[in-house]
């Protein structure tokens, strides 16, 4: 009964808009959904680092390398306010790291393709940096205090990834025939996967209903999917790039850039697991995570002292 009562205390303050904070009283699952969520996306920018880190020491200029340097440095920092808020909801950040390491939590399908060529480093920046702006400043606005705090900053600094990428793919587009050919290959492998990236269609996300009721998600993956088409086709078009989908069509009535049938059965193998690049991230991510140990230890055992002292 007291339950009963805290969450329509719970629910009447997510309808008025307030944040829910750490101390405050929430229900058993919005905390779960929460964690699962907030510590799966910390484990995307973590891995994420990846296929980019692959090309640091092969960019084209200096400039190029300082640029994607930044870029890289910055996913290891979402990572880090990402898990020190799922930190907030009472987990500790080695049990999710584990869950990771383990198999047992996801992390964003897209860091499951390679990067082929320079022309993929402009393409994600674009495309996936794009994506990820386009659901991020949605949860911006959730009503949990401490992730949507996580996502504003974290949007400021997608956004000039964003901007770096669509500057490398313009450069590209008017560059040399084989720079040409390059970016539209990018393009053509990076385009579908980054909208499966929105998550499966709504009538098959079982977690959509109850996140978008305490205002987790305010737009559903469908919403955000179409959001993201309409956003990118005219920034294709001022780029001369082609997007690779014959069925990518205005569509007067809606308003909105009809597109062509998502490959489901690929996105499901891929976060079961069995996509083109998850072995190797895992691997790399094992290795780094025991290279890492001894400055663990060392920040421990600094702590531990200092609270001693
Ligand atoms: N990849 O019921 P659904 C980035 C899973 S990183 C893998 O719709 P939900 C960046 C889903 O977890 C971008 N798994 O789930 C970094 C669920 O399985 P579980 C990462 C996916 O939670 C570096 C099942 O499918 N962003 O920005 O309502 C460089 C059913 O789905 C995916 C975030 O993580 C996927 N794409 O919605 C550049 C944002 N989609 O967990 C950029 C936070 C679905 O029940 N997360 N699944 O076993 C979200 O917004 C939502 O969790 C999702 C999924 C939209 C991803």
């Known amino acids: 009964m007291e ?26 699952r919005y905390r779960k959904q929460l964690i699962r969520m907030i510590s799966q996306h910390a484990h995307s920018e973590i891995v994420g680092m990846l296929p980019e880190g692959n090309w640091i020491t092969r960019a ?13 440095q910055d996913e290891a920092g979402h990572g880090l306010y990402l898990y020190c808020s799922a930190e907030t909801l009472g987990v500790d950040r080695s049990e999710v790291v584990d869950q990771l390491l383990y198999g047992t939590a ?14 993929d480093i402009g ?29 504003i900053r974290i949007c400021k600094e997608e ?5 770096q990428g669509y500057e490398i793919v313009a450069t590209m587009a008017k560059g040399t025939p084989e720079q040409k050919r390059m970016v539209q290959d990018a393009v053509n492998r990076w385009w579908w996967p980054s909208l499966t990236m929105f998550g499966p269609p709504d009538k098959d996300s079982p977690n959509s209903a109850e996140l978008m009721k305490w205002q987790v998600k305010l737009q559903s993956n469908d919403e955000l999917r179409q959001r993201f ?45 069995n996509g083109p690049c998850n072995r190797q991230r895992m691997r790399a991510r094992r290795i780094a995570h025991e290279n890492g140990k001894w400055v663990r230890d060392a920040a421990g055992a600094y702590a531990a002292k200092k609270r001693a002292a």
């Open 3 to 28: 339950d009963e009562s805290k969450l329509r205390a719970f629910e009447a303050r997510i309808e008025a808009g307030e944040k829910i904070e750490p101390k405050d009283w929430m229900p058993e």
């Open 60 to 72: 084209p200029s200096l400039r190029r390398k300082m640029g994607l340097l930044a870029k890289v």
């Open 106 to 119: 996801k992390y964003s399908s897209i860091f499951n393709y390679p990067t082929l060529t320079w022309a």
């Open 123 to 151: 393409t994600i920046g674009w495309l996936v940096d794009g994506a990820a702006i386009v659901n991020q400043t949605m949860l911006a606005k959730c009503s949990y205090g401490p992730y949507s705090r996580a996502n």
């Open 159 to 163: 956004n000039f990834h964003k901007k």
């Open 229 to 273: 088409v309409n956003l990118t086709v005219p920034q294709a078009s001022v780029v001369g790039v082609a997007l690779p989908d014959p069925d990518l069509k205005y569509n007067s009535k809606t308003g909105n850039w009809d597109f062509g049938a998502l490959n489901w059965d690929e996105f499901f193998a891929v976060i079961k697991g």
